[in-house]
């Protein structure tokens, strides 16, 4: 049971190290300033290894919403009609370049919740199974 919580504390790890990376490099830069403040209090939680923390966890959701909207923003549906029946066509959507990063790292930022998740959750279980046998 150990091995597999340890598993799931590594795959957070790994995936908060590529979030960590992708936030200061990509998306720290693109946000306005009273906006970096989460997104930086995460970066320094993931490199100071304490993201096992629910705490956390609330940051990590908040922030999300935070970019979803952002990527909202920055998404438009534009018409696309057929070049010899201009009443037929389809919705494109367009994102700024911004909006993209944002989406992309609201991806990864979510795939970390999850892996956070995974690791309290099994930890929490190891520790209700070991009283369940003392008892």
Do not use: C
Request: hydrophobic letters at 45%; aromatic letters at 4%; charged letters at 30%.
């Amino acid at each position: 049971m150990m091995d597999k919580i340890s598993k799931l504390v590594a795959d957070a790890l790994g995936q908060a190290r590529a979030v960590r990376k992708r936030l200061e490099t990509k998306v720290i830069p693109l946000l306005e300033p009273r906006q970096r403040t989460t997104a930086v209090a995460i970066s320094r939680q993931i490199e100071a290894k304490t993201i096992m923390e629910e705490a956390l966890l609330r940051d990590i959701k908040a922030f999300i919403m935070l970019i979803g909207e952002e990527v909202e923003d920055g998404s438009t549906l534009a018409w696309h009609g057929r070049e010899h029946d201009p009443e037929s066509g389809y919705y494109v959507l367009l994102r700024t370049e911004r909006a993209r990063a944002l989406l992309i790292t609201q991806d990864e930022l979510a795939k970390l919740a999850t892996a956070i998740e995974a690791a309290l959750d099994g930890a929490e279980a190891y520790t209700i199974a070991n009283a369940l046998l003392v008892t």
